[in-house]
């Protein structure tokens, strides 16, 4: 798999969420949170279907894009590659990282300690 750009990434994750969006629905999530041209969203998601990343359905004037690669799989290469890079391979490292960054929330600290014991009992 391609490792997706950052930009390429965002719009990903837009159409991860959405499921199958035009240019104009994913270019206007994007400027909730960024200052980007349509004109170049447009050429992002173009170069992405050329790659394989998107498929276009061209059945209606307004194309519709779609996500082909899955967000398991990007999210687990990414962060194998991130721990291998940047964490010299410790998962321990990036897990106090991660949670030094922001408080995770009690909800959040109950559903990791859950993950935790279900990892433990699974090497019993």
Do not use: C
Request: net charge negative; proline share 2%; aromatic share 4%.
């Amino acid at each position: 798999m391609n490792k997706p750009t950052e930009a390429e990434l965002e719009i990903l994750s837009i159409l991860w969420e959405m499921k199958e969006a035009s240019v104009r629905q994913v270019h206007e999530r994007l400027t909730e949170t960024k200052d980007t041209g349509y004109t170049t969203t447009l050429k992002i998601m173009q170069i992405m279907h050329a790659k394989g990343m998107l498929a276009r359905d061209e059945q209606n004037r307004t194309h519709l894009y779609r996500p082909l690669v899955k967000q398991g799989e990007t999210q687990k290469s990414l962060l194998k590659n991130l721990l291998s890079t940047a964490f010299g391979g410790s998962s321990k490292s990036l897990v106090m990282q991660a949670l030094g960054q922001d408080k995770p929330s009690k909800a959040e600290l109950d559903e990791i300690r859950a993950f935790l014991d279900n990892l433990e009992n699974e090497d019993q």
